[in-house]
């Protein structure tokens, strides 16, 4: 039997797992995050899986087949989290996958395949800028120049991963052979508003889309505030916020753009200081490639220019780039048939926010399950979601695992 109050429970006992007092804040290779790894491996095991720690820090759980060593059917999300997050983002699917497990198990029941859940360990790409790490290391496709991207403090992730116990060398065991994993399947809150405007508990994802990030630096000359004339300066900080607006143009024009700039840190940062430096990014995305693509080059170089005008120096560093990555329709085909049978009409939507299948598209196909939340919010605390729209998720995840036919190759 399914238990959406321990679905509830589950994300609310891992929420509290937060380097962020009164709030959710859990970054890749944290102490809360191994805090947090160590309940999802209870959870697993007391599910039936056997679960372990993998070689890039993701939480693994396994349910055999009906013989041991089958081809699995994976499951899961995340358990990083952004700053001041929500609850729901990421561990939803995890706690989900785990109640579906756990009910198979209940019932003595076993499939013509395993069931693999995963807790990836870095989705969200917080701490080390780039994302998809624990996704990236099972599809195979981690890059070892990854190990040298810093953290604000300057740790790279090579000594992150030391003082958390991985052998950084080691990250290539993470990886799965292709084959082994028939279809990676995401149940995740939708992030959006479209299903709870059409009175929708669930819906079937049919494309993540692509999304660049770049780090981007400006810069100028720090000099004082109350004697360096207006025409004289290179104010950093005056350049980037016209980049910021630059993107807020572009985007702006584009039904199927957007662009943001999330994080923006001003040098020294002195109230009596002109800014000398200016450290900030940028995340584009866009069900088009070409659209995205195309809008990243003109904004590198509206930048460039603007830069270029004001006297300052421009650089911009690629953190990320993913392209469009189309759900398989085999599965979306399984995952509607699941939502039918539980009497909801199957709305098909695209997924703005990106997510691990990003990640494991190189490894398998992949499918995804949106769940409602309120008001569409999300990346904030006040995210929400409702134990009856948990429980639909979870059931009607568990009727697709059920009935899940791997795709005859
Ligand atoms: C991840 O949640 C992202 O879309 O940024
Ligand atoms: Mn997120
Ligand atoms: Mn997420």
Same mark, same amino acid.
């Given at each position: 039997m399914l238990d959406p109050s321990r679905i509830m429970q589950r994300c609310g006992a891992l929420s509290r797992?937060?380097?962020?007092s009164g709030g959710l804040t859990r970054v890749y290779l944290s102490s809360e995050q191994a805090a947090a790894n160590e309940l999802v491996l209870g959870w697993m095991r007391e599910a039936g899986m056997q679960a372990w720690l993998d070689a890039i820090g993701n939480v693994i759980g396994r349910y055999e087949g009906e013989q041991p060593g089958l081809p699995c059917l994976m499951l899961g999300s995340h358990l990083d989290t952004v700053? %001041?997050?929500?609850?729901? $983002?990421g561990m939803l699917g995890v706690v989900a996958a785990i109640e579906c497990v756990h009910a198979l198990h209940a019932a003595g029941k076993r499939l013509p395949f395993a069931i693999e859940v995963a807790g990836f /360990? %870095?989705?969200?790409?917080?701490?080390? +800028? &780039?994302?998809l790490l624990g996704s990236r290391a099972v599809a195979g496709?981690?890059?070892? %120049? &990854?190990?040298d991207a810093t953290d604000k403090n300057g740790i790279t992730l090579a000594e992150a991963m030391h003082s958390y116990g991985? $052998? *950084?060398?080691?990250?290539?065991? /993470?990886a799965r052979p292709k084959g082994s994993v028939l279809a990676y399947v995401e149940l995740h #809150?939708?992030? +959006? *508003?479209v299903l709870e405007a059409e009175g929708l508990s669930v819906g079937v994802v049919t494309a993540i889309n692509g999304a660049t990030r770049y780090a981007l630096e400006i810069e100028g000359l720090a000099g004082h505030a109350g004697t360096v004339p207006m025409p004289l300066r290179q104010d950093a900080l005056a350049a980037a916020a016209e980049c910021v607006l630059a993107v807020e143009a572009r985007c702006g024009r584009e039904p199927d753009l957007v662009g943001t700039v999330g994080k923006l840190e001003t040098l *020294? +940062?002195?109230?009596n200081v002109i800014p000398g430096r200016v450290r900030f990014t940028l995340d584009l995305r866009s069900p088009s490639d070409t659209l995205r693509e195309a809008a990243v080059a003109d904004l590198l170089a509206d930048m460039g220019r603007v830069c270029l005008r004001r006297k300052v120096v421009f650089r911009a560093q690629k953190m990320h780039d993913e392209r469009v990555a189309v759900c398989a329709p085999w599965l979306m085909e399984q995952i509607g048939a699941a939502i039918a049978a539980e009497g909801i009409s199957v709305r098909r939507l695209p997924s703005g926010a990106g997510h691990d299948g990003m990640a494991m598209i190189e490894l398998c196909d992949i499918g995804m399950l949106f769940v409602r939340c309120a008001k569409g #919010? &999300?990346?904030? *605390? /006040?995210e929400a979601i409702t134990a009856i729209d948990a429980e639909t998720g979870a059931r009607v995840l568990l009727r697709f695992i059920e009935n899940f036919q791997a795709r005859k190759r």
């Open positions: 797992h937060s380097e962020l700053r %001041d997050a929500g609850k729901y $983002d /360990a %870095d989705e969200e790409g917080v701490r080390f +800028g &780039s994302t496709t981690f890059r070892r %120049d &990854s190990l991985l $052998d *950084p060398t080691r990250f290539g065991e /993470a #809150i939708e992030q +959006g *508003p *020294p +940062g002195a109230v #919010i &999300s990346h904030n *605390p /006040a």
